[in-house]
């Protein structure tokens, strides 16, 4: 739903002023990383299949939620292996004209002219960089945040929380999640009883 939707461990954003040792800290310096995505109320961002379908009504609200301010904002996507393959069955590629990179460790199937596999975040981290490319949106899914998260890169969580209780499926952040204090910057409620939270995640 667009218009909702293996190295150390390193908190990037307490250490901001500080050239680490490792490669993965400075190509990440100047980028800002928003989680932009949709979620049932009780925290899953897809049923276990992949599915969601449970946004559809949404979308045909005729509210776009702030996806299209958001999208010309940003410069480049990246999501995990799983995420790419679910939006390939929706059809028609949603970002043409954008780079988007997917972390994965084997080569890419039914590529796309503005898509690049990238082998892990130190990879990721130079692509990025060589680009220029400084805002960016993590599609998803829940194992990339996760990993993100982990290692202090992103810097922002927009969810557009949906009113509905899934019961089970892919949750916002894989498991095990790490302990990350955040805050409340924004808070937008719809009609359509969207609501949308934007956190920032604090040093």
């Known amino acids: 739903m667009p218009s909702l939707g293996g190295t150390a461990s390193i908190n990037l954003r307490a250490i901001k002023s500080i050239v680490g040792a490792r490669c993965i ?12 995505v949709a979620a049932s109320i009780d925290g899953f961002i ?6 969601v379908d449970w946004l559809d009504q949404f979308n045909d609200s005729g509210e776009d939620y702030g996806y299209q301010a958001f999208y010309d904002s940003v410069d480049a996507l990246i999501m995990g292996r799983s995420t790419y393959e679910q939006i390939l069955t929706f059809g028609d590629w949603p970002y043409s004209g954008k ?17 690049f596999p990238a082998t892990d975040l130190n990879q990721l981290g130079k692509q990025l960089a060589a680009g220029g490319l400084e ?3 993590l599609v998803g899914g829940s194992q990339t945040a996760s990993e993100l998260l982990k ?15 899934l019961g089970t499926g892919i949750p916002l952040f894989a498991q095990p999640a790490k302990e990350s204090a955040m805050e409340i910057c924004d808070q937008t409620s719809y009609k359509s009883g969207v609501v949308q939270i934007t956190y920032r995640l604090k040093s």
């Not at 290692?151 to 209780?165: C, F, K, Q, R, T």
């Open 99 to 115: 780079p988007a990179f997917v972390l994965s460790s084997r080569s890419l199937e039914h590529g796309k002219p503005d898509v």
């Open 135 to 137: 805002r960016i949106w």
């Open 25 to 36: 800290v400075p190509p990440w310096f100047k980028m800002k990383i928003t989680y932009y």
């Open 46 to 51: 897809a049923r276990k299949n992949g599915s």
């Open 151 to 165: 290692n202090g890169l992103l810097d922002e969580i927009i969810v557009s929380y949906i009113p509905i209780a």
